[in-house]
Each structure stands twice: as C-alpha cells, then as structure tokens.
C-alpha cells in the first residue's frame, strides 16, 4: 500500500501545484479555490519567506532568489525546455525497455510514434518564427487582420520596437520583439506561441496528451497483466473472479496491486505519472481549442476580460463605424483598397471612458460617426475575429489563407456578436 500511496500522492501535489501555478490566474478561474491557491503560493509564501528573511540575514537569500526567479521567468533561456525534454526522455528511458518484450508488433508501432511525434512537434514549435514583425515583414502582417477599433487600434506604435502594431499582434517582453497574432511567450518551448507556429504548439499539447494516455494506460495494463498472471483472481469484477466465484475486496484488489508495482516499479511510475498528467496536458488542449473555438487568443482573452470590467462599471461606449472610409486603408500603410484577406471589418468603434463623461459626438479624433450608445456587457459586441471554429482552425493551420475569396453569406460579413465568446 505504502508505495501506490507515496507515488500516487507525489505525483498528483506536482500535477496540481503545475496546474494552479499556470493557469490560477487566468479570468475563467477568479473567484474560485484555484485562484486562491495561486494568490497563496504566489503572494502569500513568499511573502512569509521575505518577512523572515528581512529578520534572519537582512534580505539578503530572497533578493538571490529574486534575481533567479526574474532569469527564470523573464529572460529567454532553455531552462523549462530541457526539464521537459528531460521528463520525456526519462519517463520513456524508464518504460520503453522494459514493456517492449511484452508489446505486439503493433503496439510496438504505436509506441515508436507516439514517442517520436511530440520531439518533432517540440522542435518545430521551438524554432519556427513565431511571427516576428519587422520592417520587411510589416506589411504582410498588416494584410492579415483588419482592426477591430476595439482591442487593436490603428496608428499605435510599439515603444521598444518603434514600428506599428499590427491588428493582433503583441510585443513579447521576454524576446524582446513584437508578434503577429501573439497567443502567449511559453516557457516550455522557449518562443513565443505566434501566427507562424501556433499549429505545430497546438500539435505539441495534442501529441504530448495522447502519448502521455496511451502510455499511462500501456504501462498500467503491462503491471496488470504481471498481476493476474501470478494471480489469476485479481480484478473487482465480479464475472472475472475465476475461483471463487465472489468479488474481491477493495483492500485485497490494492494488496495486489502494490505487489505488482513493486515488482514492476519502473512501469507502474510511469503508467501512474501518465494517468495523472494527462488530464492536465488535454484540459491545456481543451484551454487552447476553446480559444480557437471563440477565435481570440490568450491575450485577447485578457483584454476582453479588463473591457467586461470596464463595461460593467458603465464606462464604455461604441458607435457605428463610417463606411465611407476606408479606415483600414488609411490606418494601414501597405494594406490595398481592396482591404485585407479577411472577410470581415469593424462595425462598430468601442471607446473607454475612465473619467465616466461620455465622448463628444463630434469629437473628430475618435473613429466612427453618430451617436455614442453605452455598452453594458460582452454580449453588445462583436469579435471580427471569430469566423466559426472550422474557419478559425484553417487561420491557424493554412498560413495567410485567403478568407475574402470564401463568399460569406452576408450576415458572416457583419461579424458575429460576441455572445459566443463571452466570459462569465
Ligand atoms: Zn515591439
Ligand atoms: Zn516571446
């Protein structure tokens, strides 16, 4: 018992400290035990360690670990990259030999892909160009969205970079450079997740969830067949009991179990650090489709979220945008009378109003003509970014697909409401 109990227990406090670390502090979990937890371990811990550090040495072991935690998290090293690629290596070192003489030629296979696909996908994902934006690429990515005149703005400059940001594009503090269509900096890829390598991140987090399952239950299945085969009556279903005919017991089922993890340790770790990775690694998959699903990125999910903010305390307004103009034109240097390739233009001009006076109907520095209309909730907008999943899907995976040749039926045009995307 002692040895299902200790891996099981350790490899489930690393699963959940991972998850809350890296996902506690995004919107979808305010409120909730997660964001707690995160506030916890990232305010309050260190917190209590500076307090008695300030009293024991001066300051002087937590301003070192300042400094390695700023290199850890806010300078591009390889750190997580090779911890990752560490784990991979190791988990398949430990099992692969040891389950291949009891494998199927077919299982075998699917073993020797499963294995290889998430370094071909890693490395891809690792040293593609995510997106970088400069001077020659600039105007191929202003081609590829229009502003929304709601998260993007047109004219606005990069400080650091001095060129104009794209629509959707982000300037990326750790590479130092801005990014078409910037989802996140991920620190297990060390590069930024971009309009150039989003599909091979995508088949990363997809290929990593399948081998991470199919190796779990692999190596879980190999441990169980050792146990029945030294004892035949071992499982809980009451058909299979062979001699006795009577189910077994849960504390006997166990007893067994630990036998065969015992005799097996190398299998039975790595099918238990399989079974409770996985379901961390496909709720990242499933994170990153509804993203796709919604058509923002992870940045946009954070800007959407500080707008709903700001609409619920009646500070924003919209107005419809003038069709005489062709704003994007005029907004985007390189961008053609034609427009860009995407199918779909601002309808509408969201402003935020932090002092709470509404802007004034003439007001000629603001896009946009007519009246101003307050705007209450995510659902009284549009995100012209969002075309449907299966669009969506093909703006990550066929890169600079021609949208406008798509012959949208007129209601697509107008862009969608937001309704969909919307966050509690
Ligand atoms: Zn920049
Ligand atoms: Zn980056």
């Not at 400094?67 to 560490?86: A, I, S």
Request: hydrophobic residues 45%; aromatic residues 12%.
């Amino acid at each position: 018992m002692g040895i299902v109990q200790t891996i099981a227990a350790v490899v489930l406090a690393i699963s959940l400290m991972t998850f809350v670390i890296f996902f506690g502090r995004l919107p979808v979990f305010r409120r909730t035990p997660i964001a707690w937890l995160y506030n916890f371990f990232v305010v309050h811990v260190p917190n209590a360690i500076l307090a008695i550090d300030r009293r024991t040495t001066g300051g002087r072991f937590t301003a070192s670990l300042v400094r390695f935690g700023h290199f850890m998290m806010n300078d591009k090293h390889p750190t997580v990259l090779v911890f990752f690629l560490l784990l991979l290596a190791g988990s398949e070192y430990m099992a692969v030999p040891t389950a291949w003489g009891l494998l199927s030629g077919l299982q075998r296979f699917t073993v020797a892909v499963f294995c290889t696909l998430p370094y071909v996908f890693l490395y891809l994902a690792a040293y593609s160009d995510p997106g970088t934006v400069s001077m020659s690429s600039l105007k191929h990515h202003m081609m590829l969205y229009p502003y929304d005149y709601a998260l993007f703005q047109p004219g606005v400059r990069c400080h650091t970079c001095n060129l104009l940001k794209p629509p959707r594009s982000k300037h990326c503090p750790i590479c130092k450079r801005c990014v078409g269509r910037l989802d996140h900096h991920c620190i297990f890829i060390n590069n930024c997740v971009g309009v150039g390598n989003h599909h091979w991140f995508l088949l990363l987090i997809l290929s990593t969830a399948v081998l991470a399952s199919y190796g779990g239950w692999l190596a879980s299945s190999l441990v169980g067949q050792q146990v029945q085969e030294r004892f035949p009556n071992w499982s809980l279903l009451p058909w299979r009991a062979r001699d006795s005919g009577q189910p077994m017991s849960w504390s006997t089922w166990l007893i067994l179990l630990s036998w065969g993890l015992k005799n097996h340790v190398q299998l039975g770790s790595i099918g238990l650090l399989g079974l409770l990775i996985s379901p961390l690694i496909w709720g990242l998959l499933v994170y990153s489709m509804w993203n796709v699903w919604t058509g923002q990125t992870t940045n946009e999910s954070l800007k959407w979220s500080d707008w709903k903010c700001d609409m619920e305390d009646g500070y924003v307004y919209k107005r419809r945008m003038s069709h005489e103009r062709r704003l994007s034109m005029v907004a985007a240097p390189g961008v053609p009378a034609s427009g860009t390739r995407w199918p779909v233009e601002a309808e509408h001009v969201l402003y935020c109003a932090h002092d709470g006076t509404p802007p004034a109907q003439n007001d000629k520095t603001l896009a946009g003509v007519g009246e101003w209309e307050k705007v209450y909730s995510l659902h009284d907008v549009e995100n012209i970014y969002d075309l449907g999943f299966w669009n969506n899907l093909k703006d990550i995976f066929v890169p600079n697909y021609q949208f406008n040749t798509l012959g949208l039926p007129p209601v697509e045009r107008r862009g969608r409401p937001r309704k969909r995307t919307a966050r509690k």
